[in-house]
């Protein structure tokens, strides 16, 4: 028997946020010396437009199973509030939220899928999902407007196998990369993480189950060095 069944989803939303009191007239610390948040009265709420795209597919079928499905986001942020804190001449930070016309824009893209495979007493599955965005935020450093583009992804594989109630198999393989850049200082970070695991056990008798499991992270960033744990 198979059974397939297909989604297609657009949606468009516009929500309008509402200031709270601590960003308009916060109430003044005299218990920090360092630092001072002063409000905003001007402030206007920010509106976020979203217009997302999902589309999802899965077929079951009495041996092979298959399903995948898409994301796409495309979102933007008029009058969005940023932090333009600064610093007078005693060092002390003062803290001041502005608004921006020209706020947050992005797109986001998002995939997986997923794939079984059954015979006899052997069972394999296979799943993998991704994630790419792409964003453009404004910022004050110490009074200065600065832009800064980043760049992130998410990715996920993993692959499973079983042999009756004997043996189970499972493997893992992940990865995280960040990328950002600014425009006006040109401040350029990067940063990325691989993680691998391995499992397995074994079901010696209805009492007795014998497992091991190994795990291993590499890990970058710029102006570091690489590191590495296992175990």
């Known amino acids: 028997m198979e059974i397939t069944r297909t989604n297609l989803i657009c949606d468009t939303t516009i929500p309008l946020t509402i200031l709270s009191a601590e960003q308009l007239t916060p109430l003044a610390d005299s218990s920090d010396a360092y630092s001072l948040q002063q409000g905003n009265v001007n402030l206007k709420p920010y509106r976020r437009q979203n217009i997302a795209f999902n589309f999802n597919h899965n077929t079951q079928h ?90 992130n992804n998410n990715s996920y594989l993993n692959v499973y196998y079983t ?22 200082n040109k401040y350029n970070f990067k940063n990325a993480t691989l993680t691998t695991s391995f499992s397995a056990s074994v079901n010696c008798t209805k009492r007795l189950n014998v497992g091991s499991n190994v795990n291993y992270n590499h890990s970058t960033s710029s102006n570091s060095s690489a590191i590495c744990e296992h175990h």
């Open 62 to 151: 009495s041996r092979n199973d298959f399903g995948y499905g898409l994301n796409i986001s495309v979102y933007k942020t008029d009058d969005n509030i940023i932090d333009s804190s600064y610093y007078d001449n005693s060092g002390k930070r003062i803290g001041y939220l502005v608004n921006v016309g020209d706020g947050v824009k992005g797109v986001s893209v998002a995939g997986s899928f997923q794939k079984s495979f059954k015979f006899q007493k052997n069972q394999l599955q296979l799943r993998g999902n991704t994630n790419f965005s792409v964003s453009k935020s404004p910022s004050y450093v110490n009074g200065v407007f600065n832009l800064s583009n980043s760049f």
């Open 163 to 184: 042999y009756g109630d004997i043996l189970n198999l499972s493997a893992n393989q992940s990865g995280n990369f960040y990328h950002s850049k600014s425009e006006v």
